[in-house]
């Protein structure tokens, strides 16, 4: 017999999935069949037709793996998956360490295995068939092995910290598993391109050239050490170009993908410089990683108080209460209260565009900045219509036309 948290915990997960999809049906009849005049001239008509069967395909593709998933895990839940997890990891180890390490391995490895599939079709075949594929076999298979090690290590760290803490720190144990994970949370944000991107990716110091001189005085002005920035092999995976600025301190990058050099002129990069250093100077990474560690702070604190309530651990078929368990039951019920947190997280960074374009335009050319963002967004073949209810709940920039339209004024 199932209880009625496990009716609230159904109903949950598919109200998530149905109120994806009706963003998704919001935003798919927003679609444009004409190119919007302004971008007339990124779009060519045979490009906007090609953009227009790519989201086409997006759309079906993300409605069939999040049916999938749910799916899968409707059933999962039905026969008290969990609780069969737990039990049979116990025939391994009931170890008060071991268990819990063995149940997220197990869970954490079989999540992998069921949204590989879904990896595999929409670089080979999706992005493969317009063209922005550039993935080898080999580099995906390096990927997820470096992806699933790198998760084992990191996941495995910190869970055990928390379970250890959980056993020795009674009812404090979520203050010290604040402290542990917002110290990994600095350390990641720190160390994020010095230490985890060169195992994926080469990092190279920009060269000396026209560019490295282009960059030269604005970098100067705009108060960025050029020795911060870097030249990334994007190209290895995809056509799809990037900038982004990430760590502080001494480890403080500004990371550009060799594609976006391909594909802008030296007045375009340095205004999309002159952005990711708005990034730097307005201490975004600071202001988002603070929110972040107050956000988990939170999270953790109410974790302390329902990890042991029994009515979640019987929700998921388990007589007695586990910290496994109660983190798992916790983590769904918790899912509507994250989401809102992510919603202000998505907000927030749709603010610090902005103020970096605005940053960007003082030391660059706002022009320059325009045209750059018109052909990153055209190349991706991204929507140029996206409906205003998606990008609020789901877009971490703001649309390319809404955020020419703030450059406009200071052209
Ligand atoms: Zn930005």
Known sequence: MHTTLFYVIIILLIADTLWGWFLGELNRRNWADKVPVRLSDVYPQEKFEKQKRYRKINYRFGKITSSISLLVLLVFLWFNGFALVDQLVVTISDHWLWRPLLFFAAIGFASFLLSLPFGVYGTFVIEERFGFNKTTPKTFVLDQLKGLLLGAVIGGLLLALIVWFYR????????????????????????????????????????EGPLRTAIESMSKRAGFKLDNIFVMDGSRRSTKANAF????????????????????????????????????????????????????????????????????????????????????????????????????????????????????????????????????????LSNPTPHPWFVFFNYSHPPLLKRLEALDGKC
Do not use: C
């Open 168 to 207: 020795v720190a009674g009812t404090l144990f979520w203050l010290y598993g604040w402290i542990a994970l917002s110290l990994f949370m600095l350390f990641f944000s720190k160390f994020y391109t010095t230490l985890i991107l060169p195992l994926f990716n080469k990092l190279i110091p920009l060269t």
């Open 245 to 380: 600025f990430s760590g502080f301190g001494k480890n403080k990058r500004i990371v550009l993908f060799d594609t976006l050099i391909e594909d802008l002129d030296n007045d375009e990069i340095v205004a999309v410089l002159a952005h990711e250093i708005g990034h730097y100077r307005l201490k975004h990474i600071f202001k988002t990683t603070a929110l972040g560690i107050l956000q988990s702070g939170f999270t953790l604190f109410l974790l302390g108080w329902f990890v042991n309530y029994p009515a979640i651990s019987h929700a998921l078929g388990m007589e007695e209460v586990t910290f496994q368990i109660g983190l798992i039951g916790f983590g769904i019920l918790y899912s509507p209260v994250s989401g809102l947190l992510g919603m202000g997280m998505t907000i927030l960074s749709r603010r610090h565009e902005y103020q970096a374009d605005a940053f960007a335009e003082k030391y660059a050319h706002a022009a320059a900045l325009q045209s750059a963002l018109k052909k990153i967004s055209a190349n991706a």
